[in-house]
């Protein structure tokens, strides 16, 4: 995945932590895809992945004067604040996924973006396949992976240490395996 | 199927993307909401006593002082004397600190001496620590019920990595 120079987004950052507006619009562009991906892979619905999305910017905006490029790079602390904003919908709706229900693939509006971006078949049956995982194995999958962070990184995020992080994606890859190969039987 | 395949179709979903219209909703939305919710960069915090209110605390203060300072040095002795000390200091074994329940109530309703009320208690705690076997047999004990998950983040990244190739063989 491209990845914007470290020293553009600092910069950016930087200007955005003295209140530029504009700078934090640049730093929105740039990660809107990611955070949003990351979010609907958890929630797996359009319009709560929305709202979540935008309620993740809101607070990044509003924690910027907190943060602290000395500890954690920025990418890692607006994901930080995404994942958290993910725990607090759950907590407030408290709205668990079975296997049944899923993925809800079938629910997304008609020719919607991701009704179409689902229509392949292949990606649905990926998508069907992560909610067989747990959510933290799901997490590190979608870090991993999908966002292509380092185990350093996901750490970062999630504050769980990186040989748990190993361990649970040996397990969900594993886990994986024998749900592709069980759909492919 | 083997491993990067997998890795493969999972990254697949990398092409997911919000809807344009999203995009554009929301950014006009994030901007609006950045332009009303400016921060100031130096937060200020002013932390003020009115001099009213400090005239009425000091004064709440002194006179609680002199309450304390009067049942302590007056009006304690006074009114309660000082009981015998108990000796807990030759308790040795335990039908010795059977003899001390009849002195617990004492203990805890008595003004003895701090360090008399320590002796006795950390008397009662060691033989409670005897009968329940020693405090080594109690770690390797706890250390048996750690399970496996428990025990791999103790590990080093290599030996993980080791431990987790050897699985997928």
Not at chain 1, 13 to 31: C, H, M, P, Q, T
Not at chain 2, 46 to 53: A, E, G, N, Q, V
Not at chain 2, 108 to 137: C, K, Y
Request: aromatic share 10%.
């Amino acid at each position: 995945m491209l990845e914007k120079p470290e020293k553009e987004i600092k910069k950016l950052v930087k200007r955005a932590k003295n209140g530029e507006s504009d700078s934090f619009g640049l730093i929105y562009d740039y990660y809107l895809s990611r955070i949003y991906r990351f979010v609907f892979l958890k929630v797996t619905n359009k319009e709560e992945a929305e709202d979540i999305t935008q309620q993740v910017f809101m607070k990044a905006w509003e924690a910027l004067p907190r943060f602290e490029s000395e500890q954690s790079p920025f990418v890692s602390w607006i994901f930080r604040i995404a994942r958290n904003t993910i725990i607090d919908f759950y907590r407030t709706k408290k709205s668990n996924l079975s296997l049944d229900e899923g993925i809800g693939v079938n629910d997304f509006l008609e020719d919607s973006p991701e009704d179409i971006f689902f229509k392949n078949q292949e990606r649905a049956q990926v998508m069907k396949s992560l909610d067989y995982l747990t959510e933290e194995q799901k997490e590190v999958i979608v870090l991993r992976f999908i966002e292509g962070f380092s185990y350093k990184e996901i750490s970062q995020i999630t504050n769980k240490n990186q040989a748990s992080l190993r361990i649970m994606q040996h397990r969900a890859v594993k886990k994986l395996k024998e749900v592709f190969n069980k759909q492919e039987q | 199927m083997k491993k990067s395949e997998l890795i493969n179709k999972i990254k697949d979903l990398q092409a997911l993307e919000p809807s344009a219209d999203f995009k554009l909703h929301a950014r006009k939305t994030i901007m609006a909401y950045c332009n009303t919710h400016q921060f100031s960069q130096t937060p200020t915090f002013k932390f003020s006593f009115s001099p009213m209110f400090l005239k009425v605390g000091t004064g709440v203060m002194g006179i609680g002082l002199v309450f304390v300072l009067g049942w302590y040095l007056v009006l304690s002795p006074v009114f309660s004397p000082q009981n015998p000390s108990l000796n807990v200091s030759n308790i040795n074994n335990e039908w010795q600190l059977n003899d001390i329940s009849p002195y617990l109530e004492q203990i805890f309703s008595d003004d003895l001496a701090v360090g008399e009320v320590d002796a006795a208690l950390n008397q009662l705690a060691f033989q409670d620590t005897l009968r329940q076997g020693s405090g080594e047999n109690a770690i390797v004990k706890e250390g048996q019920l750690l399970n496996l998950d428990k025990q791999l983040p103790a590990l080093n990244n290599h030996e993980i990595d080791d431990i987790l190739k050897q699985l997928s063989n």
